[in-house]
């Protein structure tokens, strides 16, 4: 007998892919549970399913920096702030932070596939009794249109966020005078794709190409240091709220037209910001 709960929660990471370097994902994660069935003619009963798997998430690799160790030009090591993080291609990059901000992986390049199954053993491991096997299933949402990956860290959030990189997959839309804009809606999210955002306070360093940003937060020191190139920099906190704003802004200036936009913060969740001129 089986049991499936499909859109049981969602994942918002940011990896360090070997070909593109800091990337935001967010996946959508469908349950299977396979067993026999108990006393009470259930084999796990829905309302227990999603918090039992949520809590391992939550406590788990959502909202860490995942880390391949195999990686080329990955070095991984102990400091001040707990670990450090090396790379030197397709770029430099150096993190700091706390263990809990990664999640460290016997893997030469991270797939979407080997998360799934190493979720599924975690949770297999820790079933009850009459359950055979845990399988989860990740997926990136389907998106029409326009969409981008991107890493942050808010030093003020009380929960998961604070850690300096993490991130999220999410859609971007653009309205003008009543209509979207799809053009400018690709051209944003080709731009952001795969950069990391940081608020302007943040900087301690930087020069012609590179930045370096630290903050202290509720779960300890945090630093980052990467390419000019691959930066957003904002004025406030990097909240989809301020986001949207700055995007709105950006975009009204450039076209000089009103604009209303809607940002994403991963699946299903948001802020809209308009500007009129």
Known sequence: ?????????????????PEKGLKGCSWQVDA???????????????????PWIKRTLDSGLDHTLLI??????????????GVCVR????????????????????????????????????????????VHYVKLSLSDEAIEGAAYGY???????????????????????????????????QHWADWLDNRYLLEEADITRQDDTTLTCRYIAAQGEFSLTLPKARCCILPKPTTVENIASWLADQISVQSGKSSSVQAFEGINKGAMADVLT
């Open 151 to 185: 890493s942050h860290g808010l030093k003020r959030h009380l929960g998961n966020c604070q850690r300096i990189a993490h991130g999220h997959r999410s859609r971007l839309y653009i309205w003008q005078e009543g209509e979207r804009q799809t053009t400018l809606e």
């Open 87 to 130: 790379t030197t291609t397709p770029y430099k990059l150096e993190v700091r932070g706390p263990a809990e901000a990664f999640t460290l992986l016997p893997w030469e390049t991270i797939t979407i596939e080997n998360v799934a199954d190493l979720l599924s053993s975690t949770l297999t491991s820790q079933r009850p009794d009459n």
């Open 32 to 50: 299977l549970l396979d067993g026999e069935l108990g006393e009470d003619g259930m084999l796990f009963d829905f309302g227990e399913v999603k």
């Open 68 to 81: 391949p160790l195999k990686a080329q030009g990955v070095e991984v090591s102990e400091c001040p702030e």
């Open 1 to 17: 007998m089986s049991l499936f709960v499909n859109h049981l929660t969602h994942i918002d990471v940011s990896l360090w892919c």
